[in-house]
């Protein structure tokens, strides 16, 4: 008899790629893959808890699921990742609608999960979360011209506002040997373009190599036949060298667009955030990227509100920001997560912290406008994602533009998707460029 489940994926492109994963390991097992929990034998839920907002999200999800299962129409909830990491004791209390629960060290174990789930028991698995990295084939849901390449997990780092070592455990690096050997298999596929993914991919082959191997890696990557664009995210200031600024200018492959978040640039709340460097440091280094890599498109996240910020040091931040003139900004108010060093120290209310949040994006908008609409007159290179039958235009993206975070170009044209074309832009519009496809 036909089993079948349906898999909710939330949070970051790390968890994505576990529920890659499990959506393997379950189609190897014979389960069937259904588009909505309803109706199904189960639905998987990979859940995020690294914010209030992800963890109130994934709650959300497992209640409207709860619902599903007791009007009958769906049999069982599991749920993997973050948030039953980060709350193992509690969870299936707390919510006992759930059937079965795993760690973020017992990916691997979905099958044996589900058997239990359908076969009506209850089970909890806990792997070690610092354990080495499950080298598990995965299906692609990205579709067909890009994907991610996690090719590290957990943290080392301890920032005191950042629960992720706690959840995800210390920093493993996957060998080379296997990134490559992936990365070659997507190629294969069809894939032009891999995003780099890790907590930190400026420290791959640290613990593994005993060196920082991120820029050989790159190399070997730009060596693989069908692979065309290598975008990175997210790199530290502490841990660049020349060796990775040489290569990231030089390799024709690797997109030159860089994720490096800083989340504030005052010196006294990086050192309190326990953040390596000043923001001397993160001057000199942005300073250094403009003037030898051409064209660079910088990406940074940061936060509002964090213990330590008052007036003076909000004000540094926005000055910064307007002399840096970043392209791509994100910013979130902080949030006090139980059980690190800065959830107990003294902050702002979450309402001025949003409020500086929004001032910042207000800062901002009049820049990343500034740069879309410096494209205009252009022919871009855009990789090409789908067609929109509503506008009756294809929808890419050009190496400005990472998935799901920035922009994307929409353009009038004949091609098909994962093809990789050429736009001259004519219009830039709320984030959007407009074109059409020239030969």
């Known amino acids: 008899m036909e089993k079948t489940f349906s898999l909710i994926s939330l949070g970051c492109a790390k968890n994505l790629v576990n529920s890659e994963q499990m959506l393997y390991l379950m189609d190897e097992a014979g389960y069937t893959l259904v588009p909505q929990s309803e109706g199904a034998d189960l639905v998987i839920i990979n859940t995020c808890g690294f914010i209030d907002a992800a963890k109130s999200e994934a709650i959300d999800v497992i209640l409207e699921n709860a619902e599903l299962k007791k009007a009958g129409l769906l049999g069982g909830i599991i749920v993997t990742g973050c948030l039953s990491e980060r709350y193992r004791e509690s969870i299936m209390s707390e919510l006992p609608e759930i059937d079965a629960v795993l760690g973020v060290g017992s990916f691997s174990d979905i099958v044996r999960a589900a058997d239990a789930v359908t076969e009506g028991r209850f089970i909890s698995l806990f792997g070690d979360q610092s354990g080495p990295i499950d080298e598990t084939p995965r299906v692609i849901t990205t579709g067909p011209s890009w994907a991610y390449l996690r090719i590290a997990e957990g943290c080392n780092n301890f920032c005191a506002f950042c629960a992720i070592p706690y959840i995800r455990g210390r920093y493993r690096s996957r060998t080379m040997e296997n990134i490559l050997e992936e990365a070659r298999d997507l190629a294969a596929h069809g894939i032009k373009e891999v995003i780099v993914i890790a907590q930190d991919i400026t420290r791959y082959g640290t613990d593994l190599y005993g060196k920082r191997c991120l820029a050989e890696l790159c190399r070997k990557l730009a060596e693989i036949e069908g692979i065309e664009w290598i975008r990175l995210h ?20 690797i997109v030159k667009y860089l994720d490096i978040p800083i989340q504030h640039i005052n010196n006294h709340i990086l050192k309190r955030m326990n953040r390596r460097g000043t923001g001397d440091d993160i001057r000199v280094l942005f300073k250094k990227l403009r003037e030898r890599v051409p064209g660079l498109v910088l990406r940074t996240s940061l936060i509002a509100g964090l213990p330590g910020e008052g007036e003076a040091e909000f ?21 006090p997560e139980e059980g690190t060093p800065a959830a107990e120290m003294e902050h702002v209310d979450f309402e001025e912290a949003q409020r500086r949040a929004d001032l910042i994006m207000q800062l901002q908008a009049p820049i990343m406008d500034e740069f879309c609409e410096s494209f205009v007159g252009k022919v871009l290179t855009v990789l090409v994602e789908s067609y929109d039958n509503e506008s009756e235009l294809f929808v890419g993206r050009c190496y400005a533009d990472s998935p799901d975070i920035d922009g994307q170009v929409l353009f009038e044209g004949r091609c098909t998707e994962g093809e990789m074309v050429q736009v001259e832009i004519e219009e830039a519009a709320d984030g959007l460029l407009f074109g059409i496809m020239v030969n």
């Not at 997210?234 to 492959?253: G, P, T």
């Not at 840096?324 to 910013?331: D, N, S």
């Open 234 to 253: 997210y790199l530290y200031v502490d841990q660049f060298d020349d060796e990775l600024i040489d290569e990231i200018a030089n390799n024709d492959k």
């Open 315 to 335: 004000e540094e931040l926005c000055e910064f920001l307007k002399e840096a003139r970043i392209e791509r900004v994100g910013v979130f108010p902080f949030s």
